[in-house]
């Protein structure tokens, strides 16, 4: 309990859960994230089997599923002709993991289900508005300057993760390169309360097929628990972020 912590960049859910995995080894963690609060914007909803066992040796596989809403099965659509091409029910991985489904959990709540967990344990801690802005090693250890609202500081701990996304700080400082490419697409979420399961059959997961423009639907229960869905749809090539925002590109 003595020891130099773990120090973690970023409050997401893969800092969080992180960080409650060691705090509940009896390993003290400290994290540090640079956003004000955690981020509700709309990312990252699906929690897969495989992350469902991971969250239920963590005791948090319950509280994902009261806070979310679980899928069993998900869907392919010919756009088009609005048929449904193929439905896959997870029922039939019953015999491989003890999750067979998904759960439809918006990836700020798991956060934020992980912060409150935390406040359990007296050798953790998470930090807000406290960006780490570089980075050193140690002999034993690593000590990281985090900007706070009283200033510079320096921290030191025996090890250093790097949860702080893809512009990562942490993976720059220590010069690893982010293999690969970016995409040139960019995609337009929207977020609505009609029923789309009630009114044409779509299962809370699903993807559209069409030869102009594809789409995917995805049910999430909202902060209110009352549920909404989230179409998500490709921009066209050129578009502005005004005209992507827009109302005539939205309908």
């Not at 390993?27 to 990252?44: G, K, Y």
């Not at 009630?198 to 809370?204: I, L």
């Not at 490709?234 to 005539?248: H, K, R």
Request: net charge negative; aromatic share 8%; hydrophobic share 45%.
């Amino acid at each position: 309990m003595d020891s130099d912590p773990v120090l973690i960049a970023g409050a997401g859910p893969v800092g969080i859960v992180t960080a409650l995995a060691l705090a509940q080894r009896g390993i003290p963690v400290r994290v540090f994230e640079a956003a004000e609060q955690v981020n509700e914007a709309p990312r990252a909803s699906t929690l897969h089997p495989a992350t469902l066992e991971m969250l239920s040796a963590l005791g948090l596989l319950n509280d994902v599923i009261a806070q979310g809403l679980v899928a069993p099965t998900f869907q392919f659509w010919d756009r088009p002709a609005r048929k449904l091409v193929a439905e896959f029910d997870h029922g039939i991985l019953k015999n491989d993991t003890a999750c067979p489904f998904v759960v439809q959990c918006e990836q700020h709540k798991l956060a934020r289900l992980g912060i409150e967990r935390l406040k359990g344990f007296r050798h953790s801690e998470v930090n807000f508005s406290s960006p780490v802005i570089s980075t050193a090693e140690l002999d034993e250890g690593v000590a990281i300057e985090v900007d706070t609202s009283s200033g510079s500081q320096s921290v030191r701990g025996k090890y250093l993760v790097g949860a702080d996304g893809g512009r990562s700080t942490v993976r720059k400082a220590l010069d690893i390169d982010f293999e690969g490419y970016t995409f040139p697409e960019r995609f337009l979420v929207l977020t609505t309360r009609f029923d789309f399961a009630q009114a044409h059959g779509v299962a809370f997961r699903a993807y559209f097929s069409d030869p102009d423009e594809w789409a995917n639907l995805f049910k999430v229960a909202g902060n209110d628990l009352r549920g909404s869905w989230r179409a998500v749809f490709p921009t066209l090539p050129g578009q502005s972020d005004e005209e992507v925002m827009g109302e005539a590109a939205t309908e």
